[in-house]
């Protein structure tokens, strides 16, 4: 009956209960519902727990982020800087290329321009510094006729290096696989020699100085004295295909040059060239036969040039020695 009674004095009025209850230090029974009020709130978060809001393992999560970053940020920054400036340093690779590219041809440069300067210092002392320069350009000239003839052919071969009293070289890198490359490659110097002979000829007419004139005798002279048929010179190259047994002339005119003004230079020339002279007499493999034929139309082609150029050099020569007599001035 008593109970009865509270459950109708809770339902007309719920907070009676708990005055009571405060009253009377007894609490209301756990099955028995309360008011949102009595709800009990939850207890504080110590201060070691995660914020409201946060997931758990945020905090860890976010140490790793930060070493992240401390790892990699320079990284990120320095390719932010490159994206950034990416055409300058496109730039400065193209310069840095054209550089290395540069340094590849520095011994060529020292090799080729230091003994020319050197063979410039050599002349000059006898013949002045202006007649040397243009006497060392005539054979530059003259080897770079070489250089371009051998590059033609597919040969590959060396820069000029200047041998001061006796001239320039090119080294072939490989042998001419015929007599028609060997004539080319022979040819070619003497051929872009004599248009450097005249355009020192040329010169003379727009300076008026009677030294180009002599430095023309003297290309025409160059040329025509490598002209003669005997090897190491450029005619005994030339003429394998015209004949070999045209080196016996040049051993005949080297002969009598020696006889008529000895000379080192000409000893030289006899002593290298003595074996391939020699080699006329003995019995030829079949490679080497196969190595001296040529077309006809090769043979005739060759002999035109080689004998029109000994004419026209000789012509040459003639023509500025009577300029130079006539202007009191003659070539040493």
């Known amino acids: 009956m008593e109970d009865k009674d509270i459950d109708r004095a809770q339902r007309r009025d719920p907070h009676a209960v708990r005055r009571a209850a405060n009253v009377t230090g007894t609490a209301p029974a756990a ?12 207890p504080a978060l110590p201060p070691s727990l995660p914020l409201a809001g946060r997931p758990l393992g945020a905090r860890s999560s976010g140490g790793s982020s930060a070493k992240m970053k401390k790892l990699f940020g320079p990284f990120v920054a320095v390719a932010v800087i490159l994206f950034k400036f990416k055409g300058f340093i ?11 590219v540069g340094v590849k041809f520095i011994p060529v440069i020292l090799k080729t321009g230091g003994t020319m300067v050197l ?6 002392m006898f013949w002045g510094v202006w007649f040397a320069v243009g006497f060392v350009l005539l054979i530059f000239v003259h ?35 015929n007599a028609w490359i060997e004539a080319v490659v022979g040819i070619g110097g003497p051929l872009l020699g004599t248009v450097g002979a005249l355009v020192s000829f040329g010169l003379f007419f ?14 025409f002279f160059l040329n025509l004295f490598n002209l003669a048929p005997i090897s190491p010179l450029d005619g005994g190259r030339v003429v394998t295909v015209i004949s070999p047994w045209l080196w016996v002339a040049g051993l005949v005119i080297m002969l009598g040059m020696v006889i008529a003004r000895p000379n080192f230079i000409l000893f030289l020339i006899l002593i290298v060239g003595a074996p391939r002279l020699f080699s006329l007499f003995k019995k030829k493999s079949d ?5 001296f034929e040529v077309t006809p139309t090769q043979r005739v082609t060759m002999c035109a040039i080689y004998f029109g ?6 012509y040459g020569m003639h023509v500025c020695d009577v300029m130079l007599s006539e202007a009191g001035v003659l070539p040493e």
């Open 31 to 42: 099955s028995e519902p309360v008011g949102e009020e009595a709800a009990p709130q939850p």
């Open 90 to 100: 496109l730039l400065g690779l193209g310069k840095l290329k054209f550089l290395l």
């Open 119 to 124: 063979s410039i210092g050599a002349y000059a």
């Open 143 to 177: 080897e770079c006729g070489h250089l371009v003839a051998a590059r033609r052919c597919g040969l590959k071969v060396g820069a000029p290096v200047f041998i001061p009293f006796m001239g320039a070289i090119i080294a072939l890198k490989e042998a001419p696989k």
């Open 206 to 219: 727009v300076t008026g100085n009677p030294m180009f004139v002599a430095l023309a005798y003297t290309g």
């Open 287 to 291: 490679a080497e036969k196969r190595y």
């Open 309 to 314: 150029l000994a004419g026209f050099l000789w």
